[in-house]
């Protein structure tokens, strides 16, 4: 089983739609969780930090279960510039290092 | 405050020689983390440093790559006797504090490696 898995995707959706993304975990013990986004050959870009009561930044949610070892992001309304790969992030030890999912990929369309 | 900067952002090198990947961090940030991005594939931790320090080099393959940051100067990634393999981006990140704070990564725009 991969450390951090996503569903590679691609999701194809309309401007306006409400799409929603998943990824587990392999460590019950992981401590911290993120959403990154990276444009294609730029770098990942940090979205937004994930909070064991779930959090809201825009049109963007995000929740953690961690019973179910389970991260989500939800994307509202979306607009032709969230196209992107979404990537699922943990620090799943008590290191320092984050370890990566490969990430799920969205295209939306006119 | 300049972001993460790392240089080259391209280098072409060919097989047998020597690469080496710069990256100075954020001002105020402690913390070096490198990965490295094949072609369509996931970022793939390599090691982390903090000055004078490796904490984790658990990703770095055991010949051929070493990473240091000194007390003045930027963190280098030094790749000896290139291969076609290691052809890929290599991105580095910096943070101030503990990731296990729930402080995430801020990240350079990389170097792409071309081995030929």
């Known amino acids: 089983r991969k450390e951090v898995e996503q569903d590679p995707g691609p999701f194809n959706v309309p401007e306006g739609a409400t799409v929603a993304f998943n990824c587990t975990y392999s460590n019950s013990a992981s401590q911290s969780f993120f959403w990154y986004r990276q444009d294609c050959r730029k770098e990942p870009k940090l979205l937004m930090s994930?909070?064991?009561s779930g959090n809201e930044d825009g049109r963007f949610t995000a929740q953690l279960n961690r019973a179910s070892q389970y991260i989500s992001l939800l994307i509202r309304d979306s607009k032709l510039s969230d196209s992107a790969t979404y990537l699922c992030v943990v620090n799943l030890s008590s290191g320092d290092k984050l370890t990566f999912g490969t990430g799920t990929r969205l295209a939306v369309r006119p | 405050n300049a972001g993460v900067m790392q240089n080259p952002r391209h280098l072409v090198r060919r097989r047998g020689q020597e690469a080496r990947l710069r990256c100075s961090p954020m001002k105020g940030h402690s913390h070096v983390y490198w990965y490295r991005q094949l072609p369509e594939e996931g970022l793939k931790f390599m090691v982390y440093?903090?000055?004078?320090?490796?904490?984790?080099e658990s990703g770095m393959p055991k010949e051929r790559f070493s990473a240091e940051f000194p007390k003045e100067g930027p963190s280098i990634l030094r790749i000896q006797q290139v291969v076609r393999g290691d052809s890929a981006a290599y991105f580095c990140?910096?943070?101030?504090?503990?990731?296990?704070?729930?402080?995430?990564?801020?990240f350079g725009s990389g170097t792409r490696l071309t081995v030929v």
């Open positions: 994930v909070y064991s």
């Open positions: 990140a910096s943070s101030p504090l503990s990731t296990r704070r729930n402080y995430g990564y801020t």
């Open positions: 440093l903090q000055k004078e320090n490796i904490i984790d």
